[in-house]
């Protein structure tokens, strides 16, 4: 999108809908902190041959909650993308609809707050040899490479934001190295339940299973907490069973057990079904695309819809998707 100079400066982010998207190199990896409180400790992480190293600022890490912002960025990326719209790194974007895209209240403190955020995702400094998109190479960067308000309210609220994301996770984006999450992600407020919900997403997915030991759990959330306590945590958020779409067991030999609830992220009651041929015909005609993303909304377009029976559902999706690809 254009800004009113008449060059591609910054992309304007007009979604008001768009599908949650998440890059995968976050889910997989510790980069956000978990702590409640500022987190001014260095985190060196090494896991199989990826190797990070994130040093906070002043102002502390960024946590897992500031990663809402980018998130949303992400999502404004990836729809624009879907749509044949050209991106760029830099973002403007409205604040407002910001916090409520991320189920955020819209308080004068909530605004402040979002500054603190903006503040430690520049702030927060990252070395690392993980590939986004095809390029590998051990890189430092920031999770953004700067931020400004460019519009105030007379009280001195922000109004809209112009964000730059840094290259590394633009390439993501551009690689559509990214997964839609079930907006239900924005109302977990612990942290851990954040993160547990990324890491089932990201390698359990619509499997039948994922299954990890608590050693391991324990490395790959980046939780700081001894093991007795970590597991103690998991324990009771298993037990509140607030975790979107999967459903998880603590087995007897320490071996955390996911799998997909009945109704999983953008199912709907009473939906058609559609068989594995169809979701592969879907990919061919959208390459690139998340199909179980296309899914959810034609699902969402077939209530809204009336819920008509089809008599073949799946020649109805297809159908739906070839008007989607084409815009």
């Not at 992400?74 to 409205?94: D, E, K, Y």
């Not at 819809?305 to 008007?323: I, K, Q």
Request: net charge positive.
């Amino acid at each position: 999108m254009a800004s009113g100079s008449g060059t591609t400066d910054f992309f304007v982010c007009d979604f008001l809908d768009a599908l949650p998207k998440d890059d995968l190199a976050s889910m997989e990896h510790p980069i956000f902190s978990l702590a409640t409180r500022p987190d001014l400790k260095i985190l060196s992480y090494i896991h199989n041959k990826a190797r990070i190293t994130i040093v906070p600022s002043v102002r502390g890490r960024a946590t897992i909650h500031d990663k809402d912002i980018l998130i949303y960025c992400i999502s404004q990326l990836m729809a624009a993308l879907n749509a044949g719209r050209p991106v760029v790194r830099a973002l403007r974007l409205t604040a407002h609809d910001l916090l409520v895209a991320t189920r955020r209240e819209t308080s004068g403190d909530a605004y402040r707050r979002l500054c603190d955020a903006f503040e430690r995702l520049a702030g927060t400094r990252i070395t690392t040899n993980i590939t986004t998109g095809d390029t590998e190479a051990t890189t430092g960067f920031g999770l953004i490479d700067s931020w400004k308000i460019v519009r105030k309210t007379r009280d001195g609220r922000m109004v809209s934001v112009v964000v730059t994301l840094s290259e590394w996770l633009f390439r993501a984006v551009m690689a559509r190295s990214v997964l839609t999450l079930n907006r239900d992600y924005f109302t977990l407020r612990r942290p851990m339940e954040r993160r547990l919900y990324e890491l089932a997403r990201k390698h359990c997915g619509r499997q039948a299973e994922w299954r990890i030991t608590v050693d391991t759990l324990l490395k790959k959330s980046g939780s700081a907490s001894p093991r007795r306590v970590f597991r103690a945590m998991l324990r009771d958020i298993i037990a509140k069973g607030n975790i979107p779409d999967y459903d998880l067991v603590l087995e007897a030999d320490d071996v955390l057990r996911v799998t997909p609830k009945v109704v999983v992220s953008g199912a709907v009651a009473g939906a058609p079904l559609l068989g594995s041929a169809a979701l592969d015909a879907a990919r061919a005609l959208a390459p690139g695309w998340d199909v179980h993303g296309l899914e959810a909304e034609w699902k969402a377009y077939w209530v809204r819809s009336g819920r008509r029976p089809l008599r073949a559902p799946e020649a109805a999706f297809l159908g739906w998707v070839r008007r989607r690809v084409a815009g």
